[in-house]
């Protein structure tokens, strides 16, 4: 039996992202790291731009998004619906170059930068919430996780819940990452070096690929009506590549966000372009 994590019921960008960020902007704004400029820039492929440009609008915050080429177009329309500044760089993925780039950017401008792949208070958010909202779910009908099935991104939610869920279970972390030459948004190969990925416990990585990841995401609207997205499809097809081998238990997935930004990339698997 698997129970599936909805992170779209975030309001601002749909995702799990919310949670990350809004600690980041708190945190920053207690420390005083956002100035009296009010100006906030930040690397992004999609959905913690969208909660930042969101948030910043209701902190008063001016908001730049630097993007890597490949970002989806709905993404680029959603920020400049919010009002972000967005500025298309040359870069074909977030690596460390890009944001090195973009810290250095923020600085010439006098900006403030949260460089959500380094920053802590983005593992934090979801070792001290995240994690304790399932758990506290998961104990509501009387369950504990046996298996964790999660992305790896920033690394910030697969190392927050690994670390809080180890120190209480014996619950197996599974992350799920691109197969070498996939793109699949939100989610990246360990060769970025991810952060916490590399702090915690992690106890098996899987490799999906693009054309899995989004037939897990159809398969889900055509089995459960939930619309998913890509790195939500991937979580499922790495549940289904381990249960059949681990068994019987409680299987924890976590779907960071939901379809409607993947339109077009699911408008070209149905072939309907």
């Known amino acids: 039996m698997y129970f599936a994590k909805l992170e779209f019921f975030n309001p601002f960008s749909r995702s799990i992202k919310d949670r990350a960020v809004f600690n980041m902007l708190m945190k920053a704004i207690e420390r005083g790291d956002i100035n009296g400029t009010r100006k906030l820039f930040e690397a992004t492929s999609g959905n913690v731009g969208i909660s930042l440009a969101a948030l910043s609008n209701v902190l008063g915050i001016e908001f730049r998004a630097y993007l890597p080429k490949p970002t989806p177009k709905a993404t680029q ?7 972000a500044e967005v500025v298309m760089t040359d870069f074909e993925t977030i690596d460390p170059t890009m944001v090195q780039y973009v810290i250095e950017e ?5 900006a403030a ?3 959500q792949f380094e920053n ?15 758990d506290e779910q998961l104990k509501s009908i009387g369950k504990k996780p046996d298996v964790l099935i999660a992305g790896i991104g920033t690394s910030g939610h697969i ?22 030459g996939e793109k699949i948004p939100g989610i990246k190969r360990l060769e970025t070096r991810p952060k916490w990925y590399f702090q915690v416990e992690i106890d098996r990585v899987l490799e999906i690929t693009r054309k899995e990841a989004i037939e897990g995401a159809i398969r889900v609207a055509r089995s459960d009506g939930l619309l998913i997205g890509l790195s939500s499809g991937a979580v499922v097809k790495g549940y289904e590549k381990v249960v059949g081998e681990l068994g019987k238990g409680t299987y924890v997935l976590i779907f960071p966000d939901d379809g409607f930004k993947y339109v077009e990339v699911f408008e070209s ?5």
Request: avoid cysteine.
């Open 269 to 273: 698997y149905l072939g309907m372009t």
């Open 77 to 83: 329309v959603l920020l400049k619906v919010l009002g």
């Open 120 to 134: 802590d208070d983005n593992f934090d958010a979801h070792y001290r919430f995240t994690a304790r909202e399932i």
């Open 106 to 110: 923020a600085r010439k401008a006098g």
């Open 159 to 180: 190392a927050g819940l690994a670390q809080y869920f180890k120190e209480r279970y014996d619950t197996q972390v599974i992350g799920v990452v691109p197969a070498k």
């Open 113 to 115: 930068n949260l460089n």
